[in-house]
Nanobody, 124 residues
Framework: QRKLVESGGGLVQPGGSLRLSCEVS????????IGWFRQVPGKEREGVSF????????QYADSVKGRFTISRDNAKNTAYLAMSSLTPEDTGDYYC?????????????????WGQGTRVTVSR
């Protein structure tokens, strides 16, 4: 019954922006850390950004610092990833995930609830 559903992916030109959403149902988001990950076929799943249950702890991968912003609105059961200054290397399938924790969690192995992914393509 626990579900995470991503949306907002699509095709954008280099330098453009996208805002991804992750709507959560089936559990109380107040108690769960959230992570955003991305993956390209043939490569390992990469952690992009992470946020604690109360939004007081946030971390970003070096590759997206200054360009991406993670946020959440627990009252709306939704987390977000705002992306700007996109490059072709940002292309991939983006996943949101949740794990029961009051801290920010950056280890992919700790996440046990996953969305289905949304595709982001950065190309002319």
């Amino acid at each position: 019954q626990r579900k995470l559903v991503e949306s907002g992916g699509g095709l954008v030109q280099p330098g453009g922006s996208l805002r991804l959403s992750c709507e959560v149902s089936g559990f109380n988001l107040d108690y769960y850390a959230i992570g955003w990950f991305r993956q390209v076929p043939g490569k390992e799943r990469e952690g992009v950004s992470f946020i604690s249950s109360g939004s007081d702890m946030i971390q970003y991968a070096d590759s997206v610092k200054g360009r991406f912003t993670i946020s959440r609105d627990n009252a709306k059961n939704t987390a977000y990833l705002a992306m700007s200054s996109l490059t072709p290397e940002d292309t991939g399938d983006y996943y949101c995930a949740a794990t029961y924790s009051s801290y920010v969690i950056t280890d992919v192995k700790m996440y046990d609830h996953w969305g289905q992914g949304t595709r982001v393509t950065v190309s002319r």
